[in-house]
């Protein structure tokens, strides 16, 4: 259900005059482990402003949208002019949107500055949208791991569950909004998601592989419910087959559901996959400024011997997804970030045949 329209542009902490570079320094610096992931520490929560360039590229609005008593605030930003060959343009939707919608229009501004410069370019502006919350924080950690992560037995994970109802509030909701009031080519959408967004993305990879065309997934919270979403992967890791499946919220898919082939795709219906990791992340013992205890810590939570990022993008690739694994040197969880940012907004901007826009 949608609330009262409350479009109109976005102005206080989201435009102003932080340049991406500073955002990056920011995250770098101050971020620390979303989450619980990697340490205790809290993210930054307050909001990354709009570079004031962005505003000569994108009209920036939200609106606002209540789901089975769940407030949501859907940001959206539309190019300012249409793309000179007539294409439709990509729509890139980005999970933890109060933080990271701010930052994605910097990065695409910034990339854009550079295309303009050169002649040859045939990028076209994607329309960005930002699923965030109606709240000044940049991350809503409640309401963040109700919505990415699945159904999973055991009291450390109580707070969660709710990957499958938060997905059909994007399908159902969002993504006919978006449509209905900003065409974009069906065959360029793209997903992103960082942390417990990550995880958000791996599950709609898995149960809905053909909603978006590419996913950007970084470091994703595989350790949620003891790493359940791919231990039954990695234990039927193989196992060939063709047709449909489904992944169950409480695991990662049964064994019939393997048996039948885990994606429902046509060759030419490919999801591409990104997965970016930090260094320190895949090998904490290289960090050198890890503490005992911090490291005692990840390697509690690692006991279970789920599927590393690598593994998984491993995993994809055997599966016929066109995968590919990146790794942040150096970098910790939320180092992880800027380069998620980085891929997003390349991933939207990338030159596709497409669909032509009719209405023009």
Known sequence: MISKKLKRRLSGPFLGQMRLCQARFAWVVMLGVLAGQTSRAQPVQEIPQVVSTAGKLYNIRYQDMVWQMHQYRVLVATPRSAPVDKRLPAALYVLDGNAQFPLV??????????????A??????????????????????????????????????????????FYDFVSSQVRPYIEKQYATDPEHQVLSGHSFGGLFALYVLLNHPN?????????????????????????FEGKQGKGSSSVRDSSAMNSAAIDRGVFHYNDKDIPSVTILQGEYEENPRANPNITPERLARIQKRNNNKQM????????????????????????????VIPAVIETAALRALENKAGQANKTQ
Do not use: C
């Open 120 to 165: 040859q370019s045939t990028a076209n502006l994607p329309v960005i949208v930002g699923l965030g919350y109606p709240e000044a924080k940049a991350y809503p950690l409640a309401a963040r791991t109700r919505d990415y992560t699945y159904t999973t037995p055991g009291k450390a994970f109580a707070a969660g569950g709710g990957a499958a109802n």
């Open 105 to 118: 229009i910097n990065a695409i501004d910034e990339k854009w500055t550079a295309m303009s410069a050169n």
């Open 308 to 335: 590393s990022a690598r593994q998984l993008d491993v995993w994809l690739r055997k599966q016929g997804v066109d995968s590919q694994f990146m790794l942040v040197a150096r970098g910790n969880h939320g180092d």
């Open 211 to 235: 909603a978006f065309d590419q996913y950007v997934i970084g470091s994703p919270s595989l350790w949620w419910g003891n790493g359940a979403i791919l231990n039954d992967v990695q234990a």
